[in-house]
């Protein structure tokens, strides 16, 4: 809504400020640096990449198809599974997350239950603890479990966000009025009918937030997967990219066409989260600000 | 929705008034039905790998006689361990270099982005943000390209002067070299929040400001600032938190730097070395345990500054 009017505003009068620009435009530059390499050198061959030529400009031999069909083929097609691994724990970790976290902050704002203030105050203090100090532990009780090794070693920490349950908390508290729920009520509404009916629709925009934000954090986890998984077929594209890495690393001479690999791969995995992200951007930067401002 | 609201909310409600008693411990119930989901994953997923970090910690396995109870002697050993003191002493230096520079970059931008409202400006704001859609491993895996010998353009660039580039990898300038890619990283996503909470200032502040004669820069201090203050303290805790646990841009950039970058670089490096590489479990969970006793500290003794200065103002 605050977007939608300084948008507006920007249109009757668009403010320049020149140097400023300038300014900008370097600082894109430098963000964007990182991208061209990459773009650049995924068109070129082991040769290309190693005889020494301009770093950020294309050789004669552009072969992005020579390198994708090698990308998606080696080691019997390895790359498209960590893809795959990537989107189910994403996508899994993220609903389950989101789901959990929007009833929850729901039932914090609109319910006054025993301990809510106890618990809530608890959860306010797990925001605090270090996501990472909990896979050693983890770990440990799912290898007794028979867990370690298998997908629900990453997906079922990652339904974890305390930070999607305050935020919802915050949203659910000021954007769904109380006034609207009893006369859902009084009406004759159940109070899960209530909630799915009248709730959710008014807390859309933070539970595209928080969505997207577990969402990402589950694509983009490292260590909880490189800890729990030892089965490379079950790996997430991070950590395979990370492995290839460390392989290309340790005989640089031998295998030299593992850094192409490593170079398009990464192009080809920062695609769809680039394309989840401006395609929704509307919903997410919403939600944000509410996060931020309190 | 709110049309409804007016025309049933005067009404007397009878009804709600005769069942008040039932209805309390309905609410408790519903309560607990909503928060309950989420309160199971917390309880497994947190509270008992916590307790049970804890319980580890307080153990140590021996090669002859076994695990035996040793109460705090993983934490004096931890304390006394010259790798986990290096550690912890770089992620704190890091911490005091590395979030001022993303914040007051972070700020700048979103000030900027804020007051220039041009097309362009609006693909930066998309621009900047980007390197947060991409996984830090990978954001780590390009500046280790862009920083190495073989095929990265800084011999290129540098060659241009006659200058011999300089190595973000060696010991001397990794320090630099990691502060670069985790500015890349977060400066943009941080711009993006701040900027979400400028855009929710009333603008009729400005105006107000500029006929009392205030020029641009003493609205951007005076007015935009502290109205931003919660979600810039917001950031800097966030920043704090991840950055004291930093693991994943120097595990990765490890490979590259070989012999720059030890196992124990940082704490939580040197906890999963030790529990992963040397099952020393018992160990790295003191080191785990540590490392969040000193994120709890750090982070409390922030926020206690912040709430004295904040009653100052």
């Known amino acids: 809504m605050t977007d939608h009017t300084s948008v507006r505003a920007g249109a009757r009068r668009p403010q320049r400020y020149l140097p400023l620009q300038i300014l900008l435009g370097f600082l894109v530059i430098y963000f964007l640096v990182p991208f061209w390499w990459v773009i650049v050198n995924s068109s070129k061959d082991a040769p290309g990449l190693f005889g020494g030529g301009n770093t950020l400009w294309f050789t004669d031999q552009i072969d992005y198809l020579g390198n994708l069909r090698q990308l998606f083929t080696y080691d019997g097609g390895i790359y498209l599974r960590w893809m795959l691994n990537s989107t189910l724990y994403a996508i899994a970790g993220g609903i389950g997350a989101t789901v959990l976290a929007v009833m929850a902050g729901y039932g914090f704002a609109k319910y006054r239950f025993a301990a809510r203030r106890f618990s809530f105050a608890i959860v306010l203090g797990a925001l605090m603890v270090p996501a990472t100090a909990l896979v050693i532990p983890t770990f440990i009780m799912f290898s007794r479990l028979g867990l370690t090794n298998t997908v629900w070693a990453v997906i079922l920490p990652s339904l974890l966000n305390p930070f999607g349950v305050y935020l919802m908390h915050v949203y659910a508290r000021d954007a769904v009025p109380d006034e609207l729920l009893d006369a859902a009520r009084v009406d004759g509404a159940g109070e899960v009918r209530t909630f799915l009916q009248i709730a959710l629709p008014l807390m859309r925009p933070a539970v595209v937030t928080v969505l997207l934000l577990s969402a990402v954090a589950s694509w983009n986890n490292y260590f909880l997967p490189l800890a729990m998984l030892s089965d490379n077929r079950l790996f997430p594209v991070t950590v395979g990219l990370g492995l290839w890495q460390g392989i290309a690393s340790a005989n640089n001479a031998g295998t030299t066409s593992l850094w192409s690999l490593i170079i398009l791969g990464s192009l080809v995995s920062v695609i769809p989260l680039i394309i989840a992200f401006f395609s929704l951007q509307r919903h997410w930067r919403g939600g944000l600000s509410v996060g931020g401002l309190r | 929705m709110t049309s409804l609201t007016e025309k049933r909310a005067p009404r007397p409600q009878p009804e709600a008034r005769k069942i008040r008693g039932k209805v309390h411990l309905r609410e408790h119930l519903m309560g607990w039905l909503f928060v309950g989901p989420f ?239 040397l099952a020393n479990f018992n160990y790295g969970s003191a080191i785990s345990f540590a490392l969040g006793g000193l994120v709890f500290i750090c982070v409390y003794a922030f926020l206690f500054f912040t709430r004295k200065r904040r009653s100052f103002l």
């Not at chain 2, 109870?69 to 230096?93: C, E, M, Q």
């Open chain 2, 39 to 277: 309160g199971v994953v917390f309880l497994a997923f947190l509270i008992a790998p916590l307790g049970y970090a804890l319980y580890l910690s307080l153990f140590q396995k021996k090669l002859i006689g076994g695990t035996s109870f040793v109460l705090f002697d993983n934490y004096v050993k931890a304390f006394t361990d010259p790798s986990f003191l290096s550690g912890a002493w770089f992620v704190i230096r890091f911490s005091l270099v590395s979030i001022p520079l993303q914040i007051v970059i972070a700020l700048a931008l979103a000030l900027i982005l804020d007051s220039v409202t041009t097309l362009f400006a609006r693909f930066s704001r998309l621009m900047i943000f980007l390197p947060y859609a991409i996984p830090t491993v990978i954001g780590a895996v390009m500046w280790g390209f862009l920083y190495s010998r073989g095929f990265g353009p800084l011999t290129d660039i540098f060659g241009l002067f006659g200058a011999t580039a300089p190595d973000f990898l060696s010991s001397d300038l990794i320090f630099y070299g990691l502060l670069n890619v985790v500015t890349w990283q977060w400066a943009g996503y941080y711009m993006i929040i701040l900027y979400a909470a400028l855009q929710g200032v009333d603008p009729t502040l400005y105006e107000a400001a500029r006929m009392d004669g205030a020029g641009r820069w003493q609205i951007a201090t005076r007015i935009k600032i502290p109205l931003i203050a919660p979600a810039l303290i917001l950031i800097l805790v966030f920043s704090l938190i991840g950055t004291l646990q930093f693991f994943n841009e120097p595990q990765i950039l490890r490979y590259l730097a070989a012999g720059t970058i030890g196992a124990d670089f940082t704490p939580n490096m040197y906890a999963y070395q030790q529990a992963f590489s």
